[in-house]
């Protein structure tokens, strides 16, 4: 029990299809963050929150669309997307974006494995 | 650029001892982190450097040298289930995790 929930954990979708990926975190942190994960290539973080408010955007391609309604949920809305976007997406939380420590680091989620056809 | 360098891929014999390298290029430096990723599982935080010298934890350690940009991450007595990917990743000074695209160990019998 990581502490942090994604759905759905597997997703296949067309390129002209619209979804969203949920990420919940049960453990009081105020930072969230994107990451995609490809074979053999480093984390690639895509989004950050901090209390809410987005402070990274690491340019990233418009149809991926972040939400964070409030510290304990964050969304990724996809939409027409290509095939090289299929990855594993993980979301991952920390107390706080500028406060990292030994024992206070990034919790991952299980990650969605997504594929577009 | 920031960079992270680690090998692809090591095997090992169960109960030896391995030592995986880290090598980083990072504007600015917070700390070196390894994780422990599992095939189709999140990544689990192993270490945290920030000082120069070896963290021990059990039958894994982690060494950090930061003129040199070097850690490493040793395993000891090693288990069927220390079989993952492990990942390397450096702190910048904007707090982003800067990640090596990970080393996956395989444990032979």
């Known amino acids: 029990e990581t502490g942090v929930t994604q759905t759905p954990r597997h997703l296949v979708m067309g390129m002209t299809n619209k979804k969203s990926l949920k990420c919940e975190q049960h453990?009081?942190?105020?930072?969230m963050y994107w990451y995609k994960q490809s074979a053999k290539k480093p984390l690639e973080l895509m989004f950050v929150?901090?209390?809410?408010?987005?402070?990274e955007n690491n340019s990233v391609p418009s149809r991926f669309s972040p939400e964070c309604p409030n510290s304990s949920h964050l969304f990724l809305h996809l939409h027409t997307l290509q095939p090289e976007d299929s990855a594993l997406y993980l979301c991952?939380?920390?107390?706080?974006?500028?406060?990292?420590?030994?024992?206070?680091?990034?919790?991952f989620g299980p990650g969605t494995r997504l594929t577009v056809l | 650029g920031q960079n992270i360098d680690q090998p692809t891929e090591m095997t090992a014999t169960e109960g030896a001892i391995v030592q995986i390298n880290c090598t980083y290029q990072?504007?600015?430096?917070?700390?070196l982190f390894w994780y422990q990723q599992h095939a189709g599982e999140a990544p689990t935080f192993l270490s945290y450097?920030?000082l120069d010298g070896l963290e021990e934890k059990g039958r894994f350690s982690s060494f950090l040298s930061r003129s040199k940009g070097y850690s490493y991450l040793l395993l000891k007595e090693l288990q069927m289930k220390d079989s993952a990917s492990y990942l390397c990743?450096?702190?910048?000074?904007?707090?982003?995790?800067?990640w090596g695209a990970g080393t996956k160990l395989i444990i032979k019998p």
């Open positions: 990072t504007s600015g430096f917070n700390g």
């Open positions: 990743a450096a702190m910048d000074s904007n707090y982003q995790l800067i």
């Open positions: 929150y901090n209390f809410k408010e987005q402070t």
């Open positions: 453990l009081g942190h105020n930072a």
């Open positions: 450097n920030v």
């Open positions: 991952a939380s920390s107390q706080d974006v500028r406060e990292i420590k030994g024992t206070d680091t990034q919790y």
